[in-house]
């Protein structure tokens, strides 16, 4: 591959939409969601592995993915489990990793496309982690038409940068953001954003850095309506009847920016870029075209053109606006931290609102 991006962000940012533009270049690898589906070690390290160690990090299914969907609260993002007549279940064999949503996202056959990336996958030397990457995106790129530049594109990502440019030091990133009530009031309604701050939430209370640092202990010690959440299978009425403030999507939104604008700034700033959601609503082809100058591909004519019809009245812009009075005041006052980290303070918060 000439040129690695990521596209990252809070989610809820458009990135999806992105997501489905950028399939479209002839020359984009689109990697959807990937380090959605495979986080952390020992994939996401420097750390060697064989082939088939690399594969098994690939092929094992994400156990919080296929709670979510045995227990009825998948992701609107999830791609797979929406076929029942592919082959794999969450329910019975576990979904694998990179079927969830990457590779729906390029084949229209993923089982086929697992099926021919397994021989050739096992078959690798052993090496670091990011060279067996780049092998991947090799053998991704050459099986739907010799794509030029990947692009990862995961919705909730910022929090990943700092590791990401350690472990690609090469990458470039394209940092999508959007304004912050309205992409808090999103955050509020979807799935994954509540069980994100629940999780949060879990692990505040047991005292521990991570999600992966908890033991059985930490969660004999959680109350009834959080433990469960760790499980297997759950009651979706933990996820989606709970009650959420909004303004603390809020919160949640500022932190999430205020900890990836500082992973940004490490990043040298040639191999960093902005991309605001409200501008590319409103100059898509401009915005589209300067995104593939920053990734190293051509602005054709007919993937602009496709890709304004496909941004063409999907954004919700000013949804914040019809809260209650209240709700919207301390909503803004909680995502002040956020704006400030991104520069877009006062009028200028406001006129992104389209207020």
Request: one cysteine or more.
């Given at each position: 591959?000439?040129?690695?991006?990521?596209?990252?962000g809070?989610g809820?940012?458009?990135?999806?939409?992105?997501s489905q533009?950028?399939?479209?270049h002839p020359?984009?690898?689109?990697?959807?969601e990937?380090?959605?589906?495979?986080?952390?070690?020992p994939a996401l390290?420097?750390?060697?592995?064989?082939g088939?160690?690399?594969?098994r990090c690939?092929?094992?299914?994400?156990p919080?993915?296929?709670?979510?969907?045995r227990?009825?609260?998948?992701?609107p993002e999830?791609?797979?489990?929406r076929?029942p007549e592919?082959?794999?279940?969450?329910?019975?064999?576990?979904i694998?990793?990179?079927s969830?949503?990457p590779?729906?996202?390029?084949?229209d056959d993923?089982?086929?496309l697992l099926d021919?990336l397994?021989?050739?996958?096992?078959s690798?030397p052993?090496r670091?982690?990011?060279?067996?990457?780049h092998?991947?995106?090799?053998?991704?790129?050459?099986?739907?038409?010799g794509?030029?530049?990947a692009?990862?594109?995961?919705g909730?990502?910022?929090?990943?940068v700092g590791l990401?440019?350690?472990?690609?030091?090469?990458a470039?990133?394209v940092h999508l953001?959007r304004?912050?009530p309205d992409?808090?009031?999103?955050m509020s309604?979807?799935?994954?954003?509540r069980?994100?701050?629940?999780l949060r939430e879990i692990?505040?209370?047991?005292?521990?850095?991570?999600?992966?640092d908890?033991?059985?202990?930490?969660i004999?010690q959680?109350?009834?309506d959080?433990?469960?959440?760790?499980?297997?299978q759950?009651?979706?009425?933990?996820?989606?009847d709970?009650?959420?403030?909004?303004?603390?999507?809020?919160?949640?939104?500022s932190d999430?920016?205020?900890?990836?604008?500082?992973?940004?700034?490490?990043?040298?700033?040639?191999q960093?870029?902005t991309?605001?959601?409200?501008?590319l609503?409103?100059?898509?082809?401009?915005?589209?075209?300067?995104l593939?100058d920053?990734?190293?591909v051509?602005?054709f004519?007919e993937?602009?053109e496709e890709g304004?019809?496909?941004?063409?009245?999907t954004?919700?812009r000013?949804?914040a606006?019809?809260l209650?009075?209240r709700?919207?005041?301390?909503l803004?006052?909680?995502?002040?931290?956020g704006?400030?980290a991104l520069?877009?303070v006062g009028a200028?918060?406001g006129?992104?609102q389209g207020?």
């Amino acid at each position: 591959m000439k040129t690695l991006t990521f596209v990252v962000g809070t989610g809820r940012s458009g990135s999806t939409a992105l997501s489905q533009v950028l399939r479209l270049h002839p020359d984009v690898l689109s990697l959807n969601e990937l380090y959605s589906c495979i986080d952390g070690p020992p994939a996401l390290s420097r750390q060697p592995l064989t082939g088939p160690e690399f594969w098994r990090c690939l092929r094992e299914p994400m156990p919080v993915f296929d709670a979510m969907v045995r227990s009825g609260t998948p992701l609107p993002e999830f791609l797979y489990n929406r076929h029942p007549e592919w082959r794999y279940s969450a329910e019975t064999t576990g979904i694998p990793a990179i079927s969830m949503m990457p590779l729906p996202h390029l084949s229209d056959d993923p089982d086929a496309l697992l099926d021919a990336l397994e021989p050739e996958v096992r078959s690798w030397p052993e090496r670091p982690a990011p060279q067996q990457w780049h092998a991947l995106f090799g053998a991704l790129a050459s099986r739907i038409g010799g794509r030029e530049a990947a692009v990862e594109r995961s919705g909730y990502s910022l929090h990943r940068v700092g590791l990401l440019h350690e472990l690609f030091p090469e990458a470039r990133f394209v940092h999508l953001f959007r304004d912050g009530p309205d992409c808090a009031l999103s955050m509020s309604r979807h799935n994954g954003y509540r069980m994100i701050s629940l999780l949060r939430e879990i692990i505040r209370r047991s005292g521990v850095e991570s999600a992966s640092d908890l033991t059985d202990d930490h969660i004999k010690q959680l109350p009834d309506d959080l433990a469960p959440l760790l499980g297997p299978q759950f009651d979706p009425a933990l996820v989606l009847d709970r009650e959420m403030p909004v303004p603390d999507f809020g919160t949640l939104w500022s932190d999430l920016i205020c900890e990836g604008v500082e992973y940004l700034a490490a990043v040298p700033r040639e191999q960093v870029t902005t991309l605001s959601y409200e501008r590319l609503l409103d100059a898509p082809r401009q915005e589209l075209a300067r995104l593939a100058d920053f990734i190293g591909v051509q602005p054709f004519a007919e993937w602009l053109e496709e890709g304004d019809e496909i941004l063409d009245g999907t954004g919700r812009r000013g949804s914040a606006l019809r809260l209650p009075v209240r709700v919207l005041a301390e909503l803004r006052d909680n995502c002040v931290r956020g704006e400030r980290a991104l520069g877009v303070v006062g009028a200028d918060a406001g006129a992104a609102q389209g207020s």
